[in-house]
Protein backbone atom coordinates (compact mmCIF):
# COMPACT_ATOMS: atom_id res chain seq x y z
CA UNK A 1 0.00 0.00 0.00
CA UNK A 2 1.46 3.45 -0.86
CA UNK A 3 2.35 5.71 1.82
CA UNK A 4 0.34 8.71 2.75
CA UNK A 5 2.39 12.09 1.87
CA UNK A 6 2.70 15.07 4.39
CA UNK A 7 4.72 17.86 3.08
CA UNK A 8 5.82 20.35 5.83
CA UNK A 9 7.79 23.80 5.44
CA UNK A 10 8.95 26.45 7.88
CA UNK A 11 9.67 29.87 6.59
CA UNK A 12 12.96 29.83 5.09
CA UNK A 13 15.19 31.88 7.65
CA UNK A 14 16.73 35.34 6.75
CA UNK A 15 20.62 35.02 6.14
CA UNK A 16 21.17 38.59 7.36
CA UNK A 17 22.51 36.93 11.02
CA UNK A 18 22.81 34.04 13.20
CA UNK A 19 19.52 33.10 13.95
CA UNK A 20 18.63 32.66 17.62
CA UNK A 21 16.49 30.74 20.06
CA UNK A 22 13.27 32.49 18.87
CA UNK A 23 14.01 31.29 15.31
CA UNK A 24 15.57 27.96 15.86
CA UNK A 25 12.16 27.75 17.64
CA UNK A 26 10.37 26.66 14.63
CA UNK A 27 13.06 24.52 13.17
CA UNK A 28 12.74 22.33 16.25
CA UNK A 29 9.26 22.76 16.03
CA UNK A 30 8.70 21.24 13.04
CA UNK A 31 11.22 18.89 13.89
CA UNK A 32 8.81 17.39 16.27
CA UNK A 33 5.91 17.22 14.35
CA UNK A 34 7.46 15.01 11.13
CA UNK A 35 9.03 12.83 13.31
CA UNK A 36 5.86 11.90 15.11
CA UNK A 37 3.80 11.52 11.24
CA UNK A 38 7.31 9.22 10.08
CA UNK A 39 6.59 7.23 13.10
CA UNK A 40 2.79 7.53 12.22
CA UNK A 41 3.48 5.77 8.88
CA UNK A 42 3.64 8.77 6.50
CA UNK A 43 5.96 9.83 3.33
CA UNK A 44 6.95 12.78 4.58
CA UNK A 45 8.82 15.60 2.60
CA UNK A 46 10.35 18.36 5.55
CA UNK A 47 11.69 21.34 3.30
CA UNK A 48 13.61 24.49 5.47
CA UNK A 49 15.83 26.63 4.18
CA UNK A 50 17.89 30.53 4.19
CA UNK A 51 16.09 33.42 2.60
CA UNK A 52 19.39 34.76 1.03
CA UNK A 53 18.45 38.54 -1.02
CA UNK A 54 17.98 41.38 -0.36
CA UNK A 55 18.90 45.20 0.59
CA UNK A 56 19.86 44.28 4.43
CA UNK A 57 22.00 41.72 3.81
CA UNK A 58 23.59 43.35 0.91
CA UNK A 59 24.90 46.55 3.15
CA UNK A 60 25.66 43.98 6.03
CA UNK A 61 27.73 42.12 3.35
CA UNK A 62 29.25 46.04 2.43
CA UNK A 63 29.87 46.73 6.25
CA UNK A 64 31.63 43.31 6.09
CA UNK A 65 33.98 44.01 3.30
CA UNK A 66 32.66 40.64 1.38
CA UNK A 67 30.51 39.88 -1.50
CA UNK A 68 26.87 39.62 -0.93
CA UNK A 69 27.49 35.58 -1.76
CA UNK A 70 29.94 34.95 0.34
CA UNK A 71 28.18 36.52 3.42
CA UNK A 72 25.38 34.53 2.38
CA UNK A 73 27.16 31.61 2.12
CA UNK A 74 28.52 31.80 5.71
CA UNK A 75 25.43 32.44 7.13
CA UNK A 76 23.30 29.94 5.16
CA UNK A 77 26.46 27.52 6.72
CA UNK A 78 26.14 28.52 9.68
CA UNK A 79 21.79 27.93 9.97
CA UNK A 80 22.49 24.46 8.65
CA UNK A 81 24.85 23.30 11.36
CA UNK A 82 23.16 25.05 14.16
CA UNK A 83 19.91 23.21 12.88
CA UNK A 84 22.35 20.01 13.03
CA UNK A 85 23.43 20.43 16.14
CA UNK A 86 19.52 20.21 17.61
CA UNK A 87 18.79 17.07 15.49
CA UNK A 88 16.61 19.18 12.89
CA UNK A 89 15.71 16.14 10.32
CA UNK A 90 15.14 17.97 7.10
CA UNK A 91 14.70 16.36 3.86
CA UNK A 92 15.68 19.31 1.99
CA UNK A 93 17.29 22.43 2.79
CA UNK A 94 16.68 25.12 0.25
CA UNK A 95 18.39 28.69 -0.81
CA UNK A 96 17.20 31.35 -2.61
CA UNK A 97 21.11 32.05 -4.07
CA UNK A 98 20.44 28.06 -5.59
CA UNK A 99 20.34 28.45 -9.66
CA UNK A 100 16.99 25.84 -9.99
CA UNK A 101 14.95 28.46 -7.62
CA UNK A 102 16.51 31.48 -9.28
CA UNK A 103 15.03 30.23 -13.18
CA UNK A 104 12.05 29.60 -11.29
CA UNK A 105 11.33 32.71 -9.82
CA UNK A 106 11.96 34.69 -13.03
CA UNK A 107 9.34 32.25 -15.21
CA UNK A 108 7.03 32.83 -12.41
CA UNK A 109 7.62 36.61 -12.41
CA UNK A 110 7.17 36.73 -16.43
CA UNK A 111 3.85 34.20 -16.25
CA UNK A 112 2.61 36.61 -14.02
CA UNK A 113 3.34 39.35 -15.84
CA UNK A 114 2.44 38.25 -19.29
CA UNK A 115 -1.13 37.14 -18.33
CA UNK A 116 -1.59 40.57 -16.58
CA UNK A 117 -1.79 40.01 -13.01
CA UNK A 118 2.15 42.26 -13.00
CA UNK A 119 2.26 45.37 -14.40
CA UNK A 120 4.90 48.37 -13.78
CA UNK A 121 4.22 51.02 -11.72
CA UNK A 122 5.75 53.92 -9.12
CA UNK A 123 5.63 53.52 -5.67
CA UNK A 124 6.58 56.42 -3.31
CA UNK A 125 6.19 55.71 0.66
CA UNK A 126 8.06 55.34 3.65
CA UNK A 127 10.17 52.18 3.48
CA UNK A 128 11.84 50.18 6.51
CA UNK A 129 15.11 48.95 5.52
CA UNK A 130 15.09 46.61 8.63
CA UNK A 131 11.83 45.07 7.74
CA UNK A 132 12.29 45.52 4.04
CA UNK A 133 8.53 46.67 3.76
CA UNK A 134 6.88 49.87 2.92
CA UNK A 135 5.34 51.09 6.58
CA UNK A 136 1.91 52.86 6.35
CA UNK A 137 1.82 56.45 8.05
CA UNK A 138 -0.56 55.91 10.73
CA UNK A 139 2.00 53.18 11.85
CA UNK A 140 4.99 55.35 11.94
CA UNK A 141 4.71 57.00 15.64
CA UNK A 142 7.38 59.60 16.31
CA UNK A 143 9.19 58.52 13.67
CA UNK A 144 9.60 54.93 13.41
CA UNK A 145 8.15 52.32 11.81
CA UNK A 146 6.55 49.47 14.81
CA UNK A 147 9.85 47.74 15.11
CA UNK A 148 11.86 50.78 15.62
CA UNK A 149 13.47 51.47 12.78
CA UNK A 150 13.56 54.34 10.84
CA UNK A 151 11.99 54.88 7.59
CA UNK A 152 13.18 56.50 4.82
CA UNK A 153 10.75 58.15 2.06
CA UNK A 154 11.41 56.32 -1.20
CA UNK A 155 10.20 56.72 -4.48
CA UNK A 156 10.83 54.23 -6.72
CA UNK A 157 9.99 52.60 -10.51
CA UNK A 158 7.99 49.06 -9.48
CA UNK A 159 6.05 46.01 -10.87
CA UNK A 160 3.14 45.57 -8.70
CA UNK A 161 1.13 42.61 -8.29
CA UNK A 162 -2.79 43.05 -8.37
CA UNK A 163 -4.67 41.63 -5.29
CA UNK A 164 -8.09 42.90 -5.86
CA UNK A 165 -8.97 40.30 -8.33
CA UNK A 166 -8.32 37.48 -5.86
CA UNK A 167 -9.54 38.59 -2.98
CA UNK A 168 -13.27 37.62 -2.94
CA UNK A 169 -12.00 34.28 -3.77
CA UNK A 170 -9.91 33.99 -0.68
CA UNK A 171 -11.93 35.46 1.43
CA UNK A 172 -14.45 32.36 0.40
CA UNK A 173 -11.60 29.88 0.69
CA UNK A 174 -11.15 31.13 4.33
CA UNK A 175 -14.90 30.72 5.31
CA UNK A 176 -14.92 27.15 3.84
CA UNK A 177 -11.77 26.17 4.78
CA UNK A 178 -11.54 27.31 8.53
CA UNK A 179 -8.45 25.66 8.80
CA UNK A 180 -6.56 26.98 6.34
CA UNK A 181 -5.04 29.54 9.05
CA UNK A 182 -4.59 28.73 12.46
CA UNK A 183 -4.48 29.24 15.71
CA UNK A 184 -7.98 30.69 15.47
CA UNK A 185 -7.17 34.08 16.21
CA UNK A 186 -4.80 34.85 14.12
CA UNK A 187 -7.46 33.62 11.40
CA UNK A 188 -9.61 36.69 12.43
CA UNK A 189 -6.97 39.10 12.98
CA UNK A 190 -5.98 38.34 8.74
CA UNK A 191 -9.94 39.04 7.83
CA UNK A 192 -11.06 41.25 10.17
CA UNK A 193 -7.41 43.58 9.56
CA UNK A 194 -6.77 43.12 6.10
CA UNK A 195 -9.56 41.41 3.90
CA UNK A 196 -12.27 42.95 4.95
CA UNK A 197 -11.05 45.85 3.30
CA UNK A 198 -9.75 46.62 -0.10
CA UNK A 199 -6.32 45.29 -0.83
CA UNK A 200 -3.75 47.47 -2.08
CA UNK A 201 -1.95 45.90 -5.32
CA UNK A 202 0.99 44.89 -3.74
CA UNK A 203 5.00 45.98 -4.76
CA UNK A 204 6.76 43.10 -6.57
CA UNK A 205 10.42 44.20 -7.54
CA UNK A 206 12.54 47.44 -6.64
CA UNK A 207 15.31 49.26 -8.23
CA UNK A 208 17.30 50.78 -5.12
CA UNK A 209 19.26 47.54 -4.88
CA UNK A 210 21.12 44.78 -6.86
CA UNK A 211 21.35 42.08 -4.61
CA UNK A 212 18.78 39.80 -5.76
CA UNK A 213 16.89 37.78 -8.89
CA UNK A 214 17.05 40.05 -11.41
CA UNK A 215 13.48 40.74 -13.63
CA UNK A 216 14.57 38.45 -16.99
CA UNK A 217 12.42 41.21 -19.08
CA UNK A 218 13.80 44.13 -17.33
CA UNK A 219 17.31 43.45 -15.94
CA UNK A 220 16.79 47.43 -13.98
CA UNK A 221 14.45 45.91 -11.41
CA UNK A 222 15.07 42.94 -8.98
CA UNK A 223 12.45 40.61 -7.85
CA UNK A 224 11.15 41.56 -4.21
CA UNK A 225 11.27 39.40 -1.90
CA UNK A 226 7.10 38.33 -1.65
CA UNK A 227 7.62 36.44 -4.89
CA UNK A 228 11.43 35.60 -4.35
CA UNK A 229 11.29 34.01 -0.92
CA UNK A 230 7.47 32.79 -0.94
CA UNK A 231 8.02 30.50 -4.31
CA UNK A 232 10.63 28.42 -2.52
CA UNK A 233 7.28 25.80 -1.31
CA UNK A 234 7.44 25.54 -4.83
CA UNK A 235 10.54 25.49 -6.56
CA UNK A 236 11.89 23.08 -3.89
CA UNK A 237 9.61 20.60 -5.45
CA UNK A 238 11.29 21.43 -8.78
CA UNK A 239 8.16 24.02 -10.00
CA UNK A 240 8.87 25.30 -13.30
CA UNK A 241 5.69 27.04 -14.90
CA UNK A 242 6.90 26.38 -18.01
CA UNK A 243 7.54 22.93 -17.64
CA UNK A 244 5.32 19.80 -17.05
CA UNK A 245 4.82 19.51 -13.04
CA UNK A 246 8.14 17.42 -11.65
CA UNK A 247 7.05 14.06 -9.86
CA UNK A 248 7.71 16.01 -6.36
CA UNK A 249 5.06 18.31 -7.18
CA UNK A 250 2.57 15.75 -7.81
CA UNK A 251 3.28 13.71 -5.32
CA UNK A 252 3.68 16.54 -2.08
CA UNK A 253 2.01 19.09 -3.47
CA UNK A 254 -0.32 21.04 -1.57
CA UNK A 255 1.21 21.21 1.32
CA UNK A 256 0.03 19.88 4.61
CA UNK A 257 1.36 22.65 7.09
CA UNK A 258 3.42 26.17 6.26
CA UNK A 259 4.92 26.18 10.18
CA UNK A 260 5.69 30.04 10.45
CA UNK A 261 6.29 33.05 13.12
CA UNK A 262 3.11 34.84 13.58
CA UNK A 263 4.81 38.07 12.69
CA UNK A 264 4.59 36.88 8.76
CA UNK A 265 1.30 35.64 8.43
CA UNK A 266 0.07 37.95 6.47
CA UNK A 267 2.26 37.34 3.71
CA UNK A 268 1.66 33.48 3.73
CA UNK A 269 -2.53 34.03 3.94
CA UNK A 270 -2.68 36.76 1.78
CA UNK A 271 0.18 37.58 -0.88
CA UNK A 272 0.77 33.88 -1.12
CA UNK A 273 -2.56 31.94 -1.91
CA UNK A 274 -2.77 34.76 -4.09
CA UNK A 275 0.39 34.04 -6.02
CA UNK A 276 -0.47 30.39 -6.33
CA UNK A 277 -4.05 31.41 -7.39
CA UNK A 278 -2.60 33.77 -10.15
CA UNK A 279 -0.06 30.25 -11.03
CA UNK A 280 -3.97 28.38 -11.33
CA UNK A 281 -1.71 25.98 -8.07
CA UNK A 282 -3.84 24.74 -5.22
CA UNK A 283 -3.39 26.30 -1.98
CA UNK A 284 -1.22 24.90 0.84
CA UNK A 285 -3.97 22.64 2.93
CA UNK A 286 -2.68 25.00 6.89
CA UNK A 287 -0.92 27.94 7.41
CA UNK A 288 -0.03 27.50 11.01
CA UNK A 289 1.61 31.09 13.00
CA UNK A 290 3.07 29.74 16.01
CA UNK A 291 4.04 32.20 18.90
CA UNK A 292 7.06 34.27 19.48
CA UNK A 293 9.29 33.02 22.23
CA UNK A 294 10.09 36.08 24.61
CA UNK A 295 12.69 36.48 27.12
CA UNK A 296 11.77 37.64 30.37
CA UNK A 297 8.39 38.13 29.23
CA UNK A 298 10.40 40.29 26.52
CA UNK A 299 10.91 39.94 22.52
CA UNK A 300 14.63 39.36 22.02
CA UNK A 301 16.45 42.36 20.74
CA UNK A 302 20.52 42.77 20.30
CA UNK A 303 19.57 46.33 21.18
CA UNK A 304 17.88 45.21 24.79
CA UNK A 305 20.83 42.80 24.88
CA UNK A 306 18.35 39.51 25.68
CA UNK A 307 18.92 37.90 22.72
CA UNK A 308 19.74 33.93 23.64
CA UNK A 309 21.57 32.15 21.12
CA UNK A 310 20.97 28.10 20.46
CA UNK A 311 24.98 27.61 20.52
CA UNK A 312 25.11 28.93 24.48
CA UNK A 313 22.12 26.97 25.44
CA UNK A 314 22.93 23.70 23.88
CA UNK A 315 26.19 24.58 25.47
CA UNK A 316 25.05 25.25 29.32
CA UNK A 317 21.89 22.61 29.12
CA UNK A 318 22.61 19.99 26.46
CA UNK A 319 20.47 19.52 23.14
CA UNK A 320 17.66 17.54 24.31
CA UNK A 321 16.85 19.80 27.41
CA UNK A 322 17.04 22.70 25.19
CA UNK A 323 14.60 20.77 23.22
CA UNK A 324 12.32 19.48 25.68
CA UNK A 325 12.07 23.50 26.93
CA UNK A 326 10.72 24.64 23.88
CA UNK A 327 8.64 22.14 23.01
CA UNK A 328 6.79 21.73 25.93
CA UNK A 329 6.74 25.45 27.38
CA UNK A 330 5.75 27.44 23.97
CA UNK A 331 2.07 27.47 24.07
CA UNK A 332 -0.06 26.98 21.34
CA UNK A 333 -1.21 30.46 20.36
CA UNK A 334 0.26 32.67 23.31
CA UNK A 335 3.84 34.10 23.42
CA UNK A 336 5.97 31.64 25.46
CA UNK A 337 8.90 32.61 27.72
CA UNK A 338 12.34 31.29 28.00
CA UNK A 339 14.99 32.10 30.84
CA UNK A 340 17.97 30.57 32.18
CA UNK A 341 15.94 29.72 35.73
CA UNK A 342 13.03 28.57 34.05
CA UNK A 343 15.71 26.30 31.87
CA UNK A 344 16.96 24.80 34.97
CA UNK A 345 13.54 24.38 36.86
CA UNK A 346 11.85 22.31 33.85
CA UNK A 347 15.36 20.42 33.47
CA UNK A 348 15.62 19.32 37.50
CA UNK A 349 11.40 18.66 37.47
CA UNK A 350 10.86 17.09 34.42
CA UNK A 351 13.90 15.78 32.95
CA UNK A 352 16.14 14.41 35.45
CA UNK A 353 13.32 14.12 38.51
CA UNK A 354 10.62 12.64 36.47
CA UNK A 355 12.09 10.60 33.35
CA UNK A 356 15.62 10.08 34.35
CA UNK A 357 14.73 9.19 37.94
CA UNK A 358 12.31 6.39 36.33
CA UNK A 359 14.70 5.01 34.42
CA UNK A 360 17.51 4.69 37.18
CA UNK A 361 15.76 4.13 40.31
CA UNK A 362 14.16 1.07 38.51
CA UNK A 363 17.30 0.27 36.60
CA UNK A 364 18.79 0.22 39.93
CA UNK A 365 16.36 -1.80 41.82
CA UNK A 366 16.41 -4.78 39.09
CA UNK A 367 20.17 -5.18 40.24
CA UNK A 368 19.47 -5.03 43.93
CA UNK A 369 16.53 -7.10 43.90
CA UNK A 370 17.34 -9.36 41.07
CA UNK A 371 21.29 -8.86 39.91
CA UNK A 372 19.80 -6.95 36.86
CA UNK A 373 17.78 -10.29 35.17
CA UNK A 374 14.07 -8.88 34.34
CA UNK A 375 11.53 -11.88 34.31
CA UNK A 376 8.42 -11.42 32.13
CA UNK A 377 6.07 -11.71 35.28
CA UNK A 378 2.48 -10.74 34.32
CA UNK A 379 -0.36 -10.72 37.06
CA UNK A 380 -4.00 -9.65 37.83
CA UNK A 381 -2.98 -5.91 38.60
CA UNK A 382 -2.28 -6.39 42.46
CA UNK A 383 -2.47 -2.20 43.02
CA UNK A 384 -5.18 0.55 42.40
CA UNK A 385 -2.80 1.94 39.68
CA UNK A 386 -2.64 0.20 36.32
CA UNK A 387 0.68 1.13 34.10
CA UNK A 388 -0.73 -1.11 31.39
CA UNK A 389 -4.06 1.07 31.21
CA UNK A 390 -1.92 4.21 31.37
CA UNK A 391 0.71 3.13 28.98
CA UNK A 392 -1.76 2.30 26.34
CA UNK A 393 -3.76 5.39 26.72
CA UNK A 394 -0.87 7.53 25.93
CA UNK A 395 -0.22 6.73 21.95
CA UNK A 396 -3.59 7.86 21.08
CA UNK A 397 -3.89 10.85 22.88
CA UNK A 398 -0.88 12.16 21.73
CA UNK A 399 -1.90 11.98 18.23
CA UNK A 400 -4.91 13.55 18.37
CA UNK A 401 -3.32 16.17 19.94
CA UNK A 402 -0.40 16.17 16.94
CA UNK A 403 -2.76 16.13 14.70
CA UNK A 404 -3.77 19.79 15.98
CA UNK A 405 -0.45 20.94 16.28
CA UNK A 406 -0.70 20.45 19.91
CA UNK A 407 3.09 19.87 20.28
CA UNK A 408 3.47 20.74 24.16
CA UNK A 409 0.11 18.63 25.31
CA UNK A 410 1.66 15.20 23.53
CA UNK A 411 4.77 15.82 25.05
CA UNK A 412 2.97 16.22 28.74
CA UNK A 413 1.49 13.14 27.90
CA UNK A 414 4.52 11.16 28.02
CA UNK A 415 5.94 12.89 31.12
CA UNK A 416 2.71 12.33 32.85
CA UNK A 417 3.24 8.60 32.13
CA UNK A 418 6.45 8.67 33.96
CA UNK A 419 4.61 10.56 36.49
CA UNK A 420 2.30 7.63 36.92
CA UNK A 421 5.36 5.23 36.68
CA UNK A 422 6.86 7.04 39.61
CA UNK A 423 3.83 6.88 41.58
CA UNK A 424 3.62 3.33 41.29
CA UNK A 425 6.82 2.58 42.67
CA UNK A 426 5.81 4.60 45.93
CA UNK A 427 2.39 2.77 45.90
CA UNK A 428 3.99 -0.95 44.85
CA UNK A 429 6.99 -0.37 47.66
CA UNK A 430 9.82 -2.97 45.91
CA UNK A 431 11.81 -2.81 49.30
CA UNK A 432 9.07 -4.23 51.29
CA UNK A 433 8.19 -6.81 48.72
CA UNK A 434 11.85 -8.10 48.16
CA UNK A 435 11.66 -8.23 52.27
CA UNK A 436 8.94 -10.49 52.02
CA UNK A 437 9.59 -14.71 50.55
CA UNK A 438 5.75 -15.19 49.58
CA UNK A 439 5.94 -11.51 47.30
CA UNK A 440 8.74 -12.21 44.92
CA UNK A 441 6.68 -12.63 41.67
CA UNK A 442 4.80 -9.57 42.78
CA UNK A 443 8.37 -7.68 42.44
CA UNK A 444 8.85 -9.34 39.62
CA UNK A 445 5.41 -8.16 38.30
CA UNK A 446 6.50 -4.76 39.78
CA UNK A 447 9.61 -4.70 38.00
CA UNK A 448 8.64 -5.75 34.58
CA UNK A 449 5.77 -3.40 34.70
CA UNK A 450 7.91 -0.29 35.40
CA UNK A 451 10.22 -1.85 32.08
CA UNK A 452 7.31 -2.20 30.05
CA UNK A 453 6.62 1.50 30.65
CA UNK A 454 9.91 3.21 30.31
CA UNK A 455 10.00 0.92 26.89
CA UNK A 456 6.81 3.32 26.35
CA UNK A 457 8.38 6.34 27.18
CA UNK A 458 11.69 5.67 25.19
CA UNK A 459 9.37 5.15 21.85
CA UNK A 460 7.25 8.19 22.68
CA UNK A 461 9.90 10.16 23.57
CA UNK A 462 11.55 10.07 19.87
CA UNK A 463 9.93 12.90 18.68
CA UNK A 464 10.79 15.13 20.94
CA UNK A 465 13.95 14.42 22.70
CA UNK A 466 15.19 11.86 20.33
CA UNK A 467 19.31 11.70 22.18
CA UNK A 468 17.70 11.22 25.01
CA UNK A 469 15.11 8.25 23.40
CA UNK A 470 17.65 6.33 22.04
CA UNK A 471 19.89 6.35 25.63
CA UNK A 472 16.85 4.60 27.44
CA UNK A 473 16.29 2.35 24.65
CA UNK A 474 19.82 1.43 24.90
CA UNK A 475 20.26 1.01 28.77
CA UNK A 476 16.79 -1.48 28.98
CA UNK A 477 17.83 -3.55 25.85
CA UNK A 478 15.20 -2.66 23.28
CA UNK A 479 15.55 -2.21 19.32
CA UNK A 480 11.92 -1.34 18.67
CA UNK A 481 11.02 1.96 18.20
CA UNK A 482 8.28 1.83 16.29
CA UNK A 483 4.97 3.16 17.03
CA UNK A 484 3.61 -0.15 16.08
CA UNK A 485 5.22 -1.69 19.25
CA UNK A 486 3.30 0.11 21.38
CA UNK A 487 -0.23 -1.94 20.06
CA UNK A 488 0.13 -4.45 23.18
CA UNK A 489 1.49 -3.76 26.53
CA UNK A 490 3.97 -6.54 27.39
CA UNK A 491 6.24 -7.10 24.48
CA UNK A 492 9.42 -6.02 26.46
CA UNK A 493 11.73 -9.35 26.37
CA UNK A 494 13.36 -11.22 30.03
CA UNK A 495 16.75 -10.35 29.64
CA UNK A 496 19.46 -8.84 31.74
CA UNK A 497 20.61 -5.58 32.61
CA UNK A 498 23.20 -3.39 32.16
CA UNK A 499 23.92 -0.63 34.72
CA UNK A 500 22.39 2.72 34.61
CA UNK A 501 23.68 5.76 33.59
CA UNK A 502 22.61 9.26 34.47
CA UNK A 503 20.10 10.75 31.85
CA UNK A 504 20.13 14.58 32.90
CA UNK A 505 22.49 16.38 35.17
CA UNK A 506 20.10 17.96 38.21
CA UNK A 507 21.32 21.32 38.53
CA UNK A 508 21.91 23.62 41.80
CA UNK A 509 20.12 26.65 40.50
CA UNK A 510 22.58 28.95 42.24
CA UNK A 511 25.71 27.59 41.25
CA UNK A 512 24.41 26.59 37.57
CA UNK A 513 23.14 30.64 37.39
CA UNK A 514 27.21 31.70 38.58
CA UNK A 515 28.31 29.59 36.14
CA UNK A 516 26.46 31.06 33.15
CA UNK A 517 26.77 34.24 34.01
CA UNK A 518 30.77 33.86 34.49
CA UNK A 519 30.88 32.21 30.90
CA UNK A 520 28.63 34.89 29.52
CA UNK A 521 31.06 37.74 31.25
CA UNK A 522 34.03 36.63 30.24
Do not use: C
Not at 102 to 108: C, E, F, P, Y
Not at 164 to 192: C, D
Not at 416 to 432: C, F, M, Q, T
Not at 488 to 513: C, H, I, N, P, S
Amino acid sequence: MEKKTYYLTTAIAYASAIPHIGNVYEAILADAIVRFKRLEGYDVFFQTGTDEHGQKIESKAINNELSPQTYVDHIASEIKRIYDRVNVSYDQFVRTTDERHIKSVQAIFKKLYDQGDIYLGEYEGWYSIAEEAFILEKDIVDGKAPNGDIPVWTKEAAYFLKLAPYQERLLKHIEEHPEFIEPESRRNEMVQNFLKEPLPDLSVSRTSFKWGIPVEFDPGHIVYVWIDALSNYITGLDYHPDHGLSNEFKKYWPADVHLIGKDILRFHTIYWPIILMALGLELPKQVFGHPWVLVNKSKMSKSVGNVLYTDDLVRYFGVDAVRYYVLHEIPFSQDGNITFELLIERNNSDLANTIGNLVNRTIGMAHKYREGVVKKVILNEPFELSLSEKSLEALPKMVSFMNDLKVADALEEVVKLARHANKYIDVSEPWALFKNPEKQDVLDHVLYHLLETIRFVAVLLQPYIPETSKRIASQIGITDLSFDSLQVFGQYEAQTLGKAEVLFERYDQVKKLEEILKDRDE
